[in-house]
């Protein structure tokens, strides 16, 4: 099977990795602030992929030839100007993404915080050469109809096994911004229900007619809250709920929805804990408000535990609990969007697990889960008449089997436990680094949240664009946050090589 799995994914033994300019890492003495504390701490850890390259290798400017020549082909029938690089995912293996012109990248952007435990994962790549996965390929069920005889097994054994506390069923989706559209849609039908007096009392006629016009009764003026700065997808619904950037949002028309401030909090915490309490006050006063007074009443509000296209905001615990009190208090459901900072990245498997408060009403999730879709426990999120929440495929069987290979990975290898003690390491490198250079790394944040880590740049593009030549592949959000979004399995070492190149990228 080893064997079988290398050739599936063209891998080859670590010496394939050797030639070239290797990137230098703590294994021989550090010079750096940063890792020169981290000498032996790394020495006895075991690398969970003993056949990874041991450091990223450079062999041409990226991109190179090579990838400048597919570049050029691809963009003749595919739009290539949100292009970061291209890949060669053959060629890649665990924490390293490579390119065709054999350029050996770390990669912690992972795809934009979508892979779970490795590029040509072995237990993933076994996962899919089982008879139950072929089937599934093959076979793809329209779900809603004629789902397979083993669809429950498959949930239990993966989806279902991992659902956040209290949320005990599931409605399986296509991706992120369709998982946030069907709660959403959970959402109205579940308040117009309320309103309407029960599950047994049937639509008027009146709003039957209505709604085939769009117009009200049928089609009711109500609303989803989010929050600026959130991002929530790029759809109809889940984009008028998107507030990050205008670019996602031009020329495309919107819901009359509201939006309220979400805090901004002054760095490091322990120094302004008295002005960012007033700012959640702030924040959490003008949300409730909102609930009472907005003229499309509110039927939800959905936020994210940190922004993260938007910036990587965080907030408080606090902040959460006040939301989750207003949002009881005045009959409003709560969606918790975990499409990325689910399953594992904070330190706990959902990031919400943090905020140790009462289950919200729908938790939606995508990205490292490789599946879709949003959990729920309270049964009246079911609509009360069959098709009201329904499309062809309803998810993808195949993808809640990788999902539930990635579940026992992360089992398996102890991945949630291991992210929470990483990024406690890689934060205290950071720490340090923002220490000796203050105007380079500010805000740092994300302390206690596993490898979910962000701070603000002065000169944020081009240190993306200059990690590459030092072979780090990193990603960006708002306007000048550097965020980290490695995989589960990224380890101590990592972090160091993480380290060294960031210290050479704010020093020079």
Known sequence: MASFIRTSCRLRPLSRFASARPITTTTKPAANVATAQAIGQTDAEQPFFPNEPHAPTIRTAIPGPQSKKAIEDLDRVFDTRSLNMIANYQNSFGNYIADPDGNV????????????????????????QTPEMASAMINRPALGNFPQHDWVDILHAGVLRVAPKGLDQVFTAMAGSDANETAYKAAFMWKRRQERGGPNVDFSADEISSAMN???????????????SGFHGRLFASLSTTRSKPIHKLDIPAFDWPQAPFPLLKYPLAEHASE?????????AETEDLIQNFHNPVAAVVVEPVQSEGGDNHASSAFFKGLREITKRHN??????????????????????????????????SKKAQTAGYYFGNPDLRPNKAYRQFNTWMGDPARAILFKAIVQEVERLNLVESTAQVGEYLYSGLERLAERYPDQIQNLRGRG???????????????????????????????RAVRLRPMLIFQKHHADILLEATEKLIST
Not at 218 to 226: D, F, N, Q, T, V
Not at 457 to 473: C, I, W
Request: aromatic share 8%.
């Open 276 to 284: 960012n309490a007033a700012e959640e006050a702030r924040c959490l």
């Open 332 to 365: 409003v459901l709560l969606i918790v969007d975990e499409v990325q900072t689910g399953v594992g990245a904070t330190g706990k498997f959902w990031a919400h697990e943090h905020w140790n408060m009462d289950p919200p009403d729908m938790v939606t999730f």
């Open 449 to 479: 949240q596993g490898t979910f880590l962000a701070w603000d740049s002065p000169r944020r593009d081009d240190f993306l664009k200059r990690a590459k030549g030092l072979g780090v592949n990193i990603g960006g959000s708002g306007e």
């Open 105 to 128: 990248l770390l990669d912690v952007y992972a795809q934009i915080a979508s892979i779970p435990v490795g590029y040509c994962n072995p237990t993933l790549l076994a996962a899919t």
């Open 214 to 228: 769009n117009q009200s009764p049928g089609s009711p003026h109500m609303s989803i809250l989010s929050f600026k």
